[in-house]
């Protein structure tokens, strides 16, 4: 699936929008990538995650993991459909009442490898808390996989990243932003 393919799946399904948004990181952008929209369609989401299992496997070693994790909630789905992809194990973590990442429902292994998937980066916080997580339980983790990397490749990890999508919408820091400057209202999406 190339990139020109990807974001014409996210305008057919309605997940780009434009408008002000205020992200999860806090910085304001005209454009938010509402991945729900696009993987209400489970035909839709399991094509688009298999192709991001399929662009991970041409690397080797990316995919040689026992387990997907996830960070809820965004994530979920796209880490279900890539472990469908890889016939692997899918676990999630999820925020706590302090709105961290934390690993409840599940066992990690000392030793077990990970896939770490997520729908949208930015600057890629709820990925490190994930591989945090991880390597906290004894796991290790080999690669992460994201259908959009909005950081213009400025989201770093110490794994490889591959996304479907590599795309740098403007951003602003609050102070900056001049749609704030403008009044447009400030619109508060979520993940």
């Known amino acids: 699936m190339t990139e020109n393919e990807m974001l014409k799946i996210f ?30 369609y489970p035909r839709i989401a399991a094509q688009v995650c298999a192709a991001l299992a399929e662009k991970m496997k041409t690397t080797p070693g990316l995919t040689e993991v026992d387990t997907v994790i996830s960070p809820a909630l965004g994530g979920i789905p796209v880490g279900h459909e890539v472990a469908r992809a890889l016939d692997k194990r899918f676990i999630f973590v999820e925020k706590n009442a302090d709105k961290m990442l934390e ?6 292994e000392a030793g077990e490898r ?6 949208v980066i930015t600057r890629g916080g709820r990925v490190q808390e994930t591989v945090d997580i991880v390597e906290q339980h004894g796991g290790i983790v080999k690669s992460i996989g994201v259908l959009v990397d909005r950081s213009g490749g400025k989201a770093q990890f110490n794994y490889p990243l591959v996304s479907l999508l590599n795309i740098e919408p403007v951003t602003w820091e609050p102070a900056e932003c001049p749609l704030c400057k403008q009044g447009q209202p400030l619109i508060h999406p979520g993940s």
């Open 11 to 40: 305008e057919d399904t309605k997940a780009l929008l434009n408008g002000h948004f205020e992200l999860r990181s806090k910085l304001h952008s005209d454009k938010f990538f509402q991945c729900a929209l696009l993987l209400q």
């Open 114 to 119: 990970f896939l770490v998937a997520e729908d």
């Open 103 to 108: 690993l409840r429902r599940f066992k990690i």
